[in-house]
């Protein structure tokens, strides 16, 4: 880097003890130098200087109160990090890992991904250090209203809509709808992912995981190959991770693992969804209970260890930075072609710098998850005509948006000297759209 050193410098000062927001803005800086370049006007007028920071971040107490009567304090934080090309747009993640820099990281990787899908949504993300495991519905219920209590007065359907993420599902969604529409009086698509009796989309709740396949399926189709007949191994047993999987069998693949915070699970016969979906969904339990379903199954304690699974394709779908440079290492060594990243961020640098050397078929994560914000647009689109679209309807829409998002990333790449870089595709053509709205805006004094 030479031309925007400089803001990776200040980046750095200002946020300091923030590391993953850090490594998220090296990689797009690293990529956008190229763009620099061509686009004096642009660092003339500050655009990367004020696109790694924040437009507005809110930070508030909330407390709440258990079922045994005692009273806890946790952190809410909402990062409106961009409206450059619509509202602020991003989910809310409830984990105890959640600061400021997992936040900030996840907004600004928002910034791009939601631009890549091509429809009129801003970059924003928030969440709170609240753990909802172990935690009775009443506890959760009690937690997600005081969290909206505050989160009320700063979101709205023309302003930011927040969504799901790790540990905000439609559980905590309807919660949180229902306290907001309390408090303003309004009916109005101010979150998305909600339930289908009550304004929300079909197929939002498979979409990151359909959209990655749809993404992955165009980037293996270009270099001649598929899913059918192919290993696969997902990380993860959440949203994100079980949808993935569901898609990767229609396509014909076979998912042999999946894990969660303790463990993993591998199964050589293939991976029986429906007992998934029973134990993370309904029963809200370990993954690990599996294995007292299908006895050909083990358990392993420990979940970096899937990435030993000799696979064909590793689809990481459960948290930032899980395959560092020596499982990256491992899974190239045991032949897998194929990385596609359900979650934000799951590789570290050193790991993305094994997959490119190695040109493995790699989609990051901007491009490669972006089918859950994208349906969350649609999510929006429809609540503002007050319709619904069919499951085919949306589905096929879905499917065209991660075509599209390949093809875009693909042809960046190309033109800036990258060619089959998907990181520096996805960065180049996602940050283009944001700042050429924000130089039309002008520099606000
Ligand atoms: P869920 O809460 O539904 O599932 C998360 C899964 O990841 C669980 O299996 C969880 O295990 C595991 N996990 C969470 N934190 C850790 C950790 N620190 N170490 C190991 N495993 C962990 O979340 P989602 O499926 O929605 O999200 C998964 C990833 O996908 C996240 O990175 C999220 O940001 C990303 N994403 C989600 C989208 C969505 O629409 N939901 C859209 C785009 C990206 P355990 O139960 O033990 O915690
Ligand atoms: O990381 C993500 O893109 C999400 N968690 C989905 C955000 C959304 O607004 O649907």
Redesign the pocket.
């Known amino acids: 880097m030479k031309i925007l050193q400089n803001v990776m410098e200040q980046v750095i000062s200002r946020n300091p003890g923030e590391p993953e927001f850090h490594q998220a803005v090296r990689e797009v800086l690293e990529s956008l130098e190229v763009v620099a370049e061509k686009h004096p006007e642009w660092v003339a007028a500050g655009i990367f200087d004020r696109i790694v920071e924040p437009e507005r971040q809110i930070i508030f107490r909330v407390p709440w109160v258990d079922d045994k009567g005692k009273v806890h304090v946790n952190r809410g934080i909402r990062i409106q990090f961009n409206s450059a090309i619509g509202p602020y747009k991003g989910?809310l993640?409830l984990?105890p890992?959640v600061n400021t820099s997992i936040l900030k990281f996840?907004g600004f990787e928002q910034i791009f991904k939601n631009s890549l899908t091509s429809l009129p949504i801003g970059g924003g993300k928030g969440g709170s250090d609240f753990d909802p495991?172990g935690k009775s519905d009443n506890e959760v219920m009690r937690f997600c209203q005081s969290f909206m209590t505050e989160l009320s007065k700063h979101i709205g359907a023309d302003t930011d809509v927040p969504a799901?993420?790790?540990?905000t599902?439609a559980r905590e969604i309807g919660y949180m709808y229902g306290q907001y529409k309390r408090l303003r009086n309004e009916y109005t698509g101010v979150l998305t992912g909600k339930g289908l009796t009550w304004g929300g989309s079909l197929v939002r709740t498979e979409?990151?995981g359909y959209g990655l396949c749809y993404f992955m399926d165009e980037a293996l189709k270009a270099r001649g190959k598929s899913f059918k007949g192919s290993t696969v191994v997902v990380s993860?047993?959440?949203?994100?991770?079980i949808y993935a999987a569901q898609k990767v069998h229609e396509l014909g693949g076979k998912v042999v693992a999946l894990?969660?915070?303790?463990g993993y699970i591998y199964d050589p016969d293939g991976i029986k969804l429906d007992t998934v979906k029973q134990i993370k969904e309904v029963e809200r339990k370990r993954i690990s209970e599996y294995v007292n379903i299908h006895t050909n199954a083990t358990y392993t304690e420990g979940?970096s260890g899937i990435w030993s699974i000799k696979c064909d394709i590793a689809l990481p779908?459960?948290?930032?930075n899980?395959i560092d440079e020596a499982s990256a290492k491992l899974l190239v060594a045991n032949g897998c072609y194929a990385v596609g990243e359900?979650?934000?961020m799951p590789s570290t640098p050193e790991a993305v710098e094994v997959f490119l050397k190695n040109k493995i078929i790699y989609g990051p994560a901007k491009a490669a998850?972006a089918g859950?914000?994208a349906t969350s647009a649609l999510e929006m689109c429809q609540n503002s005509m007050r319709y619904s679209w069919s499951f085919e309807e949306v589905d096929a829409k879905l499917k065209e948006i991660m075509v599209n998002i390949y093809r875009n990333a693909s042809s960046a790449a190309k033109e800036y000297g990258f060619e089959d870089n998907l990181v520096a595709g996805a960065n180049i053509a996602g940050f283009l759209k944001v700042a050429n709205a924000m130089y039309s805006h002008g520099i606000a004094y």
């Open positions: 989910g993640r984990h890992s996840l495991k799901g993420d790790i540990g599902g979409a990151t993860g047993s959440g949203n994100v991770a894990s969660d915070s303790n979940c779908s459960a948290t930032q899980e359900g979650a934000n998850n859950g914000v």
